[in-house]
């Protein structure tokens, strides 16, 4: 079907719908007993307000979704700060157990078994030990599990981070839906009012 034609046909059934709405103003009012003009008034009027109810929901649905898109940033930032705690707390946990390790080989004899035990990075056994020694393998071995406690931290600040970070993703797209959703609303609105 050539343009020129369905542009004429679908110009034919606006008329007809407009004519249409014409007539039922016409026919409501006069079983009403008022005029047509006052009726499409009051129906304009409905309308308008039914919109602007939807913009309002759709605008404080908008309000709602930048809320929690705020406390998504702000767990987001307070979950990387952790981790960045973490971070440094494990990292400094590590230079302990190097600092023991070094002090444990160069103040002490080792046996091949805890030579062993120290470069596989596992604690040593205190049982028989005095003096000096003794006192190193402790710290050794204390060194060894503030390390290790650290890095669980690290762990599960990073996991922290991880689902924080979903959760910002997950409220910017709820927020850009809602902004979609007020604008079209909005752009209702606007277009009855200016009728």
């Known amino acids: 079907m050539p343009t020129e034609a369905a542009e004429k046909k679908i110009e034919k059934l606006k008329a007809g719908f407009n004519g249409l709405t014409a007539i039922q103003?016409?026919?409501?009012?006069?079983?009403?007993?008022?005029?047509?003009?006052?009726?499409?008034?009051?129906?304009?009027?409905?309308?308008?307000?039914?919109?602007?109810?939807?913009?309002?929901?759709?605008?404080?649905?908008?309000?709602?979704?930048?809320?929690?898109?705020?406390?998504?940033?702000?767990?987001?930032?307070?979950?990387?700060?952790?981790?960045?705690?973490?971070?440094?707390?494990?990292?400094?946990?590590?230079?302990?157990?190097?600092?023991?390790?070094?002090?444990?080989?160069?103040?002490?004899?080792?046996?091949?078994?805890?030579?062993?035990?120290?470069?596989s990075g596992r604690a040593i056994s205190t049982r028989g030990l005095s003096g000096k020694k003794k006192t190193l393998v402790q710290r050794y071995n204390a060194a060894l599990a503030k390390s290790y406690a650290s890095n669980r931290n690290v762990t599960r600040a990073q996991n922290n981070t991880k689902k924080a970070a979903s959760k910002v993703t997950s409220a910017r797209k709820t927020v850009s839906t809602a902004r979609a959703t007020y604008n079209t609303a909005n752009g209702l609105y606007l277009s009855l009012i200016h009728i």
């Open 25 to 119: 103003a016409r026919l409501k009012t006069a079983s009403l007993g008022g005029s047509a003009q006052a009726y499409l008034n009051n129906e304009l009027k409905s309308s308008v307000n039914s919109t602007k109810k939807t913009r309002d929901n759709a605008k404080g649905n908008l309000n709602n979704a930048n809320k929690r898109l705020s406390s998504a940033n702000k767990s987001y930032s307070t979950a990387r700060r952790t981790e960045s705690v973490a971070r440094k707390t494990a990292r400094n946990d590590r230079r302990t157990v190097r600092s023991a390790v070094r002090n444990l080989k160069n103040n002490s004899s080792l046996s091949q078994n805890e030579q062993v035990r120290i470069s």
